[in-house]
């Protein structure tokens, strides 16, 4: 379903979306139909695009129909909205009314497993955050190793 674009003036969302996949592991999307997923992706990969405030690209220069981009992006910019989508995806998990609801309430071995669970969550979002603070060094200094210059 999912490919890289083999044109150079342009990156598809599917370009994005592929790099994204590599980083999860969410067996609920493979259930899903290809019109929500495409909904829910589009939702994450919109929330990575406005995290992405200090990308040198104008990343609202797209066209949603076409499901691309107008600019070519680099493989670091790619990377870069790829852990914003991880992030736009743990999200809901952790701030999800249900499973806190499930750690401040149970008493038995729930308690343990719901609040490992979160933590979890809670770890995998700060993995993700302290990537992104490493790429944006790396995208606004320089370091060479992603072919940015």
């Avoid at 044109?7 to 370009?15: G, Y």
């Avoid at 200090?54 to 790829?82: G, H, R, S, T, W």
């Amino acid at each position: 379903m999912f490919y890289i674009s083999n044109e150079n003036k342009i990156t598809t969302f599917e370009d994005v979306y592929k790099v994204f996949f590599r980083k999860i592991t969410d067996y609920d999307l493979t259930e899903i139909d290809e019109l929500t997923l495409k909904e829910i992706l589009n939702d994450y990969l919109q929330t990575a695009i406005v995290r992405f405030y200090f990308c040198k690209k104008n990343l609202y220069d797209k066209d949603d129909e076409e499901e691309m981009f107008n600019v070519k992006l680099d493989n670091l910019e790619i990377e870069i909205l790829a852990n914003y989508m991880v992030i736009a995806w743990i999200e809901p998990f952790i701030n999800s009314t249900h499973l806190i609801k499930q750690v401040m309430t149970d008493r038995n071995f729930n308690i343990y497993s719901q609040s490992q669970h979160l933590k979890r969550l809670k770890e995998l979002k700060s993995g993700a955050e302290s990537e992104i603070r490493e790429l944006k060094r790396i995208y606004m200094y320089g370091d060479d190793i992603y072919g940015t210059k």
